[in-house]
T-cell receptor, first 115, second 114 residues
């Protein structure tokens, strides 16, 4: 399976600021996704990153708060905008080949703490 | 919507003990089922999968059987090792209306002590 690199791996941010997380895959992948893992909770899908077009957001997540880019088949970014302490979480990038398997591979995640 | 329920941890076992981590699901149709594992300091990785009823997924000594009648996919291992200490996530892939996604359980932390 492909290897995903995320950066930053962790950061401490001030309320009201924005942070962009980068996700690089070492090979081309069909699908890329962004998940959030809040303390003591499961992974929640934020959106599907679509190459060359707007991301597909899950219920409860909006583009203004979590703008996503995917300029090619190996790279994507997630921005967490106007952060508040409630955004403190681990953000995970994942990839998958095809739309019918459900098999995903993940980066190590980016742990954000908002003060 | 789809959901996955798994036992909350942490689970602490002695080396060579038998492991069971329970997982049940709610889904429309016939989802595929997975167990993912996250070792300390690493990203989640697929451990095993089953795509239809009565399938048994297995890997690294772990097994899980897709039980449609009980909507379960319990993870088992006969003899755990210290290196199995990790967080285990049960997940399903399914959906409706032509849109499918992966839904995860809360994760169960396993600690194996020598």
């Amino acid at each position: 399976s492909a290897v995903i690199s995320q950066k930053p791996s962790r950061d401490i941010c001030q309320r009201g600021t924005s942070l962009t997380i980068q996700c690089q895959v070492d090979s081309q992948v069909t699908m890329m996704f962004w998940y959030r893992q809040q303390p003591g909770q499961s992974l929640t899908l934020i959106a599907t990153a679509n190459q060359g077009s707007e991301a597909t957001y899950e219920s409860g997540f909006v583009i203004d708060k979590f703008p996503i880019s995917r300029p090619n088949l190996t790279f994507s970014t997630l921005t967490v905008s106007n952060m508040s302490p409630e955004d403190s979480s681990i953000y995970l990038c994942s990839g998958g080949q095809g739309v019918t398997t459900g098999e995903l591979f993940f980066g190590e995640g980016s742990r954000l703490t908002v003060l | 919507g789809n959901s996955v329920t798994q036992m909350e941890g942490p689970v602490t076992l002695s080396e060579e003990a038998f492991l069971t981590i329970n997982c049940t699901y709610t889904a429309t149709g016939y989802p595929s089922l997975f167990w993912y594992v996250q070792y300390p300091g690493e990203g989640l990785q697929l451990l095993l999968k089953a795509t239809k009823a009565d399938d048994k997924g297995s890997n690294k000594g772990f097994e899980a059987t897709y039980r449609k009648e009980t909507t379960s996919f319990h993870l088992e291992k006969g003899s755990v090792q210290v290196s199995d200490s990790a967080v285990y996530f049960c997940a399903l892939f399914g959906g409706s209306g032509g849109y499918q996604k992966v839904t995860f359980g809360i994760g169960t932390k396993l600690q194996v002590i020598p």
